[in-house]
Structures are given as C-alpha cells and as structure tokens.
C-alpha cells in the first residue's frame, strides 16, 4: 500500500511539475509580447498609420526604432 501511495503521489507531482513548466512558456510568452508591444507603440512615426496599410519598421545607428511607409527594396 505504501509503495501504490507513493506512487500516485509521485505521478500527481509529476503532472504538476509539467503544468508548471507550460505555464512558465506562456509566462515567457505574454512577456515577450509586452515587450514587442512596448517597442512598436514608442517607434517613432513622422506620418497617420491607418488601419490595413502596410508599414515598414527600421532601426536608426542610435538604437531608436521608427516606421516608414518606404520598403528596403
């Protein structure tokens, strides 16, 4: 009986430590996509976004990231 107890407990520990690991991915996740949020709401945009339109985002030598309607090719 104790070897059947712990067992069972070892195998609920184990399907806990799973969900645990999942959870920290979609943590990860959500994070990431704060952080990619945050970045594109504070590019620099010289110009009206309007909804559908298609925008290219570019980094400057300074690090700071702006939109242009201009393609790279």
């Keep these: ?26 943590a990860q996740k959500v994070l990431q996509e704060a952080k990619d949020d ?10 009206v976004k309007h909804p559908g339109q298609i925008y290219h985002l570019y980094e400057k030598p300074s690090g700071q990231n702006y939109f242009s309607i201009l393609s790279p090719e």
């Excluded at 009986?1 to 690991?21: F, G, P, V, W």
């Excluded at 709401?41 to 110009?47: R, S, T």
């Design 1 to 26: 009986a104790d070897t059947c107890i712990k067992s069972n407990a070892q195998n609920k520990l184990h399907i806990i430590a799973e969900q645990m690991r999942f959870l920290q991915m979609q």
């Design 38 to 47: 945050y970045s594109l709401h504070h590019a620099a945009c010289n110009f």
